[in-house]
T-cell receptor
Framework: GENVEQHPSTLSVQEGDSAVIKCTYSDSASNYFPWYKQELGKRPQLIIDIRSNVGEKKDQRIAVTLNKTAKHFSLHITETQPEDSAVYFCAASTTGGSQGNLIFGKGTKLSVKP | NAGVMQNPRHLVRRRGQEARLRCSPMKGHSHVYWYRQLPEEGLKFMVYLQKENIIDESGMPKERFSAEFPKEGPSILRIQQVVRGDSAAYFC????????????FGSGTRLTVV
């Protein structure tokens, strides 16, 4: 089955700097890759996603890149702000049939220091 | 749209008791997913249900755990004879079609077994 590895487990940056979180996946059939942000004690919230027919997607300060050949994808946050501090999870999934579940990485705790 | 509703938000059970967690999907959504999150860890898929059908329960322990999504009413995750290791946050998500379109999580039920 699918396995998702996420690095780093913790990341500390200064406000205004960029943050990059990387994930690798094992199942070449995976074709949907969402990223979730989870603040302490709250629900995971989808912040951006990418499908395998696209190499890059951007939404304001957040961007995701996908390298299907290498089976890795990354989250990029530019001009970080203290409110970006949270745990970020990547996930991977295949479409169709009963493969409706997402396989999550273990998360990256991002701390943005003012 | 009230979003995915889970209750209770917090549940305390003594070892050996039963825990019932409820999830009402978003309006118009007929697919429900249950995930478990242990402290400091990512989300682990448990079960995927459609109305009156279990589609994929590959992530659910074979014993003591069961799930249902009846024709009427919320989806229920039931844990019988709880043990301390069951203490976790249980998140439900719902989607309109089969997954992989950034489904939305509820606020979770935090189960504590004492």
């Amino acid at each position: 089955g699918e396995n998702v590895e996420q690095h780093p487990s913790t990341l500390s940056v200064q406000e205004g700097d960029s943050a990059v979180i990387k994930c690798t996946y094992s199942d070449s059939a995976s074709n949907y890759f969402p990223w979730y942000k989870q603040e302490l004690g709250k629900r995971p919230q989808l912040i951006i996603d990418i499908r395998s027919n696209v190499g890059e997607k951007k939404d304001q300060r957040i961007a995701v890149t996908l390298n299907k050949t290498a089976k890795h994808f990354s989250l990029h946050i530019t001009e970080t702000q203290p409110e970006d501090s949270a745990v970020y999870f990547c996930a991977a999934s295949t479409t169709g049939g009963s493969q409706g579940n997402l396989i999550f990485g273990k998360g990256t705790k991002l701390s943005v220091k003012p | 749209n009230a979003g995915v509703m889970q209750n209770p938000r917090h549940l305390v059970r003594r070892r050996g008791q039963e825990a019932r967690l409820r999830c009402s999907p978003m309006k118009g959504h007929s697919h429900v997913y249950w995930y478990r999150q242990l402290p400091e860890e990512g989300l682990k898929f448990m079960v995927y249900l459609q109305k009156e059908n279990i589609i994929d329960e590959s992530g659910m322990p074979k014993e003591r755990f069961s799930a249902e999504f009846p024709k009427e009413g919320p989806s229920i995750l039931r844990i019988q004879q709880v043990v301390r290791g069951d203490s976790a946050a249980y998140f439900c998500a719902s989607s309109r079609t089969e997954a992989n379109y950034g489904y939305t999580f509820g606020s979770g039920t935090r189960l504590t077994v004492v």
